[in-house]
């Protein structure tokens, strides 16, 4: 997870119809488009914080719920997303990742196997957030010894998760004609494996928080890094 700033009040619709209206179409998933949909995903996931929890400074890079289509010999359909640049795999283990504080393994839906590796854990808030938003360095040294400690896959509810995905989640992707497209369970843009993966990541995003906060400390500022590889998975 990295550090961001706070982001205006926007629905997840609103912001999705912006980028279709003024992004272009990429002609490949490059290393700057999956930098960029990192950012736009941060941001989301920073603007629906602070609505729920009061809170600044949480944001995962595991998470991309928007995307941008592009064309590759010939041009997608709607109905067609490039499920890879919603993967994050690696060929190789960032520095951190070679010792990391977490390492949790799991089973996809379509019979594949993830690999997620966690640590980087930082404490950064932002110096500008509103008065009545508390921060504690101490939640970085709870958040580490959570990450090396806990069974991940227990505390994580990935089950309630998927379920408050599907109830909550606007999730959309730009196709080459520039209009948005929601993707997700119940639209026609829907792979299972995709689903799982960013449930895990979430839920044990939010298991770290809620147990930092469990402990009276206040998670504003909170960050850390994922790096994950998966085989098999439905790309």
């Given amino acids: ?33 999956r930098d960029q949909l990192a950012e736009m995903a941060a941001a989301i996931v920073s603007t629906n914080q602070a609505r729920s929890r009061r809170r600044a400074g949480l944001i995962s890079v595991i998470v991309a719920p928007i995307l941008v289509l592009g064309v590759a010999g010939t041009a ?27 390492t949790v393994h799991y089973a996809l ?34 958040a ?9 896959l227990t505390v994580a509810d990935v089950d309630a998760m998927i379920t408050a995905m599907r109830d909550k989640d606007e999730n959309w ?13 119940g639209t026609d843009n829907y792979n299972a494996d995709v689903e799982y993966n960013m449930a895990v990541k979430q839920a044990i ?3 770290v928080t809620d147990h930092v906060e469990s402990m009276g400390i206040p998670s504003t500022g909170l960050g850390f890094q994922s790096q994950e590889q998966c085989t098999g998975a439905d790309q």
């Fill in 76 to 102: 997608y359909a709607v109905t067609n997303i490039d499920w890879s640049q919603l993967w994050h795999n690696t060929p190789e283990w960032a520095e951190w990742a070679q010792d990391p504080d977490a």
């Fill in 173 to 185: 992707a730009q196709a080459d004609d520039g209009t948005a497209v929601p993707f997700g369970y």
């Fill in 1 to 33: 997870m990295t550090q961001d700033k706070d982001h205006p009040a926007g629905t997840d619709r609103e912001l999705g119809a912006l980028l279709a209206r003024g992004a272009r179409p990429t002609t490949e998933a490059t290393t700057e488009v």
């Fill in 109 to 142: 839906p379509g019979g594949g196997t993830c690999e997620l590796r966690l640590g980087e854990v930082v404490y950064s808030p932002d110096p500008n957030r509103p008065a009545d938003v508390a921060a504690d360095p101490r939640a970085e040294q709870a």
């Fill in 144 to 152: 580490r010894d959570f990450l090396r400690t806990a069974d991940l």
């Fill in 205 to 207: 995003q939010v298991a």
